[in-house]
């Protein structure tokens, strides 16, 4: 939930910081109106790598483990590889239900939850393709016999392919 503030903060403060602005007493002058640029004259002017990030929040996810009865929030954010097409965009509903299913039927009940998550994320990237990089985070709030807030924040990428690689 933090990271998506941030992230929403961020959005707010870019937007912000690319409007222009005017005193309130003087009109915008030709010199300082901000110039319309055709799709095609930015394509030229912008040659920076676009990326592109989504996450989504799995809030109050109920669960069995560590012999215990956990409530979980499960923040996952993960980043498209470059390039991707239209049609290689996974639904995220798919993942969050994969999330909950991976959760559900973990098969070692003695894990603690960094372990978990990180076999959450090599899951992930296995499973999805078209994502290059994951990050979970989870949440577990108090139980009987652990009385703490616990958190575990993993981020895994995927592994860069380097072609023409000289060898020595």
Same mark, same amino acid.
């Given at each position: 939930?933090?990271?998506?503030?941030?992230?929403?903060?961020?959005?707010?403060?870019?937007?912000?910081?690319?409007?222009?602005? %005017?005193?309130?007493?003087?009109?915008?002058?030709?010199?300082?109106?901000?110039?319309?640029?055709?799709?095609?004259?930015?394509?030229?002017?912008?040659?920076?790598?676009?990326?592109?990030?989504?996450?989504?929040?799995?809030?109050?996810?109920?669960?069995?483990?560590?012999?215990?009865?956990?409530?979980?929030?499960?923040?996952?954010? %993960?980043?498209?590889?470059?390039?991707?097409?239209?049609?290689?965009?996974?639904?995220?509903?798919?993942?969050?239900?994969?999330?909950?299913?991976?959760?559900?039927?973990?098969?070692?009940?003695?894990? %603690?939850?960094?372990?978990?998550?990180?076999?959450?994320?090599?899951?992930?990237?296995?499973?999805?393709?078209?994502?290059?990089?994951?990050?979970?985070?989870?949440?577990?709030?108090?139980?009987?016999?652990?009385? %703490?807030?616990?958190?575990?924040?993993?981020?895994?990428?995927?592994?860069?392919?380097?072609?023409?690689?000289?060898?020595?």
């Amino acid at each position: 939930m933090d990271q998506l503030m941030r992230n929403l903060i961020a959005i707010v403060l870019l937007l912000a910081g690319c409007s222009p602005i %005017y005193s309130q007493s003087s009109k915008p002058s030709s010199a300082n109106k901000p110039q319309r640029l055709s799709f095609a004259s930015q394509e030229k002017q912008d040659n920076g790598q676009l990326i592109e990030e989504f996450s989504f929040l799995i809030k109050d996810f109920k669960v069995d483990h560590q012999s215990e009865f956990n409530i979980l929030n499960i923040s996952i954010s %993960y980043r498209y590889v470059v390039n991707i097409s239209n049609s290689d965009y996974p639904d995220f509903r798919l993942l969050a239900k994969d999330v909950e299913t991976f959760l559900t039927n973990y098969p070692n009940e003695d894990d %603690y939850w960094e372990i978990v998550n990180k076999q959450l994320t090599l899951f992930l990237l296995k499973r999805y393709p078209a994502i290059s990089s994951v990050t979970s985070e989870v949440r577990a709030d108090p139980t009987r016999l652990d009385p %703490y807030v616990r958190s575990s924040r993993v981020t895994r990428e995927r592994p860069v392919i380097r072609a023409n690689r000289k060898r020595s």
